[in-house]
């Protein structure tokens, strides 16, 4: 199974560390192979160093694919984790 969904980031200091932490983390209770894309380039989705790399400030339009039996979980809780700003107070 695959899934992908597009995003934008919405808090004010982009993907930073933490946000990045909380994506990983999130990633790696799913089964799943699950990546993030931002304009050709690719990062393990549960892993925060890869996806610091991908440098994302406030919004950056980021693709989430899933592959794998538990990827449309996968990418419709990625995507709501995104839209809550990482739990962000500061959106």
Request: with cysteine; charged share 25%; aromatic share 4%.
């Amino acid at each position: 199974m695959k899934a992908q969904a597009d995003v934008v980031i919405p808090n004010r200091l982009g993907l930073h560390a933490r946000p990045a932490s909380r994506f990983a983390l999130l990633a790696s209770e799913f089964s799943s192979r699950i990546c993030l894309l931002k304009q050709g380039e690719m990062a393990d989705g549960k892993s925060i160093l890869e996806i610091l790399t991908l440098a994302s400030p406030r919004g950056t339009k980021l693709t989430i694919r899933a592959e794998g039996p538990d990827a449309q979980d996968a990418v419709e809780s990625l995507v709501a984790l995104v839209k809550s700003g990482f739990g962000e107070m500061d959106l």
